[in-house]
């Protein structure tokens, strides 16, 4: 028996190698997106004026038959299970002043329409940019006298995946005039191109100047945030954008800015303009 | 690429290998897996065809991969799948589920989405209502992700 | 952790003799007690061990589950529908909870 089970992971060795030269040759799938057979997605568009691209393709085109057949189908895409469990902290009262998200916000697929496609944008008060978790939580602590959400919370990520969903489909566009975005926006693009970690790679090294190819068996993307918070396959759970943002840094084996930090929301802004003109996709379904 | 002696010896061994058990994959499986097997079919070891399983080539992730298994059976009260197991040959515990089907059933057919640890063979083996039992496995390719593991 | 919520997608209407599709989806961690928290603790093993569906009272469909279901178990099953009725799907957690959800169908 022993014998056999040698063999048989010799076998499978075999198989593999040859396996892994067939994967190599594939780029992005030429297919479209198309939820439920009804809403298609924008997930190639021409990138805007300035960009190092000709055109920008969703992260979705990069994953497997199996992988894109989850998001294209709104039952089996896990990530409708917290697009149904933000709907009911939405309604759900919370805080000193007992009020819901709805008390003021009403019907989220009416109010929340395209909010989510237009962040981060500038804060006044805050004098700098916000994104949808930053702002729930100024909403808890202004108006629902509620205490914010620590990071990754269930309910925080659920909550941002219900009111980013209410723009599935619709373009990414963030509007850089206001404020100082323009210098958050250089300051997320000096980032991006900045080397990190011991294995010394910047965002740029792999989503711009490999996107395509494979690190490891992992095929690399353009590194678009359309489709956050997006469900992971290997955490089993919604990952949010600051999630990833900070183990791709780690990954590069560097120290990793905080959550929300100057240095990744600059990031979250810079990488969310990359990507504008592709449709939000949340819950998008990556590996 | 040059080869050591050494590897081109454990090349050859592998081809070898390859050749002899190729076509009988389903027979290379662990002592868990065969003792699961036996302790579904009363003892027999499953024939072959009938049941068959369908499986990603290679998942982008083991803790998420999709099967389906599907039994040839016209679903009548005389003649129908009482059910159908799934494991997996090189997870820690080769179980995964059993799906159990009736009459009502329509037709013997089900999918589910399962956590692999490596690269390895699933097994489907169906318990038909006459006794007999069939049995089909695929290999699927687990990878391994980038940086980070 | 909110409780954990049922999907269920089955036909509202049906011709009689009809085989349809149910697919079911429910939010669980499924831990499988093979993992380590980060003082190298084994985490205990708390899974959906059962889901079984019902039509008008007898069962169709079950399934018995092992830790290797993924996360959020999907299950994709087929129903012969002879008559209008309920569906009734049930899971069982190893804690000894149960989550149901029912569904109808008009077969004509």
Redesign the interface.
Known sequence: ?IK??T??A???????AT?ATA?LAGGPVDEALIIDGETEITTRTAAPEGHPFDELISGWHY?????RA?QADS??N?G???V??GE?IWNTADGAAGKSCADCHGDASESMKGVGAAYPKWDAASNRPVNIELQIDACRKNNMQAEPYKFDA??QK?LTTYIRHQSQGMPVGIDLSQGEMQSWWDNGKDLYYTRTGQ?N?SCAN?HEENNGNY????H?SQGNVNGFPTY??????MVSLHNRFR?CI???RAEFPAAFSDELMALEVYVTWRGTGLAVETPAVR? | MTLTRRQAL?LS???A??L???TK?G??A??ATEAAIKAFTGGAMPGSGKVSLDT??????G????VGVSVDSPMTADNYVVAVMILADGNPNPAVATFNFSTMSGSAEAKTRIRLAK???VIAVAKMSDGSTYMDTK?V?V??????G | ??AP?P?V?VPKKASKGEVITI?T?I?H?MESGQRKDKEGNLIPRQIINKFTCEFNGQTVFSCDMDPAV???P?MEFSAKVEESGTFKFTWVDDDGSVYETENEIAVS
């Not at chain 1, 992971?232 to 759970?237: A, F, G, T, V």
């Not at chain 2, 803790?63 to 999709?66: A, E, L």
């Open positions: 028996m056999m089970r063999l048989t010799v076998m499978s060795g075999l198989l593999a396996a994967v994953r497997t038959d199996e992988t989850l039952f089996q896990p409708m299970l917290y149904e469990r009911e269930a309910d659920a294995l790679l792999c690190i490891r068996a992992d690399l992971r396959l290997k955490q089993s759970e183990g780690r990954d590069t590996q | 454990g061994a592998g081809a290998a390859f002899a058990f190729g994959a027979l290379a662990s002592d990603p080539e290679i998942a982008e992730n803790n998420t991969v999709p690269t390895q063979n290999e390719k990878t391994i992700g980038g940086c980070g | 952790m909110a919520k999907r997608k697919k989806l939010s961690p993924s996360a959020n999907y």
